[in-house]
């Protein structure tokens, strides 16, 4: 993964699910800050990948966010080139505040069909096919 300024893909990849699923939680920045033991300031900065997490400290909010610590991580490359499994975007959508809303809640959708339409519009809206 390419670093840009001090700053590593996978620093980022991994903040922005850290963010994705403290929001499908309904935590707030604040909350998980209080259960890590830290400022809502840090969580901001590994959420945007701006400082890199530690590993006891990513341990520490895989168990507060019941999740695992793979979890957060991009899939390994193997030799044939990189694997894609469909999280390519994911730090773009989790970038804004729309797009953590649209993440967070696409999933409370319980209608399948009203979801696979959901899809489809933002397909149509973007300009893909």
Known sequence: MARTGGRNDVDAYVGARISLRRSALGLSQSALAQQLGISFQQVQKYET????????RLHRAATVLGTSV???FP?????????DDGWAGLRFITATTDGRTVATGFPMIEDREVRKAVARIVQ??????
């Not at 990948?49 to 006891?56: E, K, L, P």
């Not at 149509?124 to 096919?129: H, N, Q």
Request: without cysteine; hydrophobic residues 40%.
């Open 70 to 72: 793979e979890s957060f």
């Open 124 to 129: 149509a809206l973007a300009g893909e096919p």
């Open 49 to 56: 990948g701006q400082n890199r997490i530690s590993a006891s």
């Open 75 to 83: 899939p390994v490359e193997t030799a044939r080139g990189a694997v």
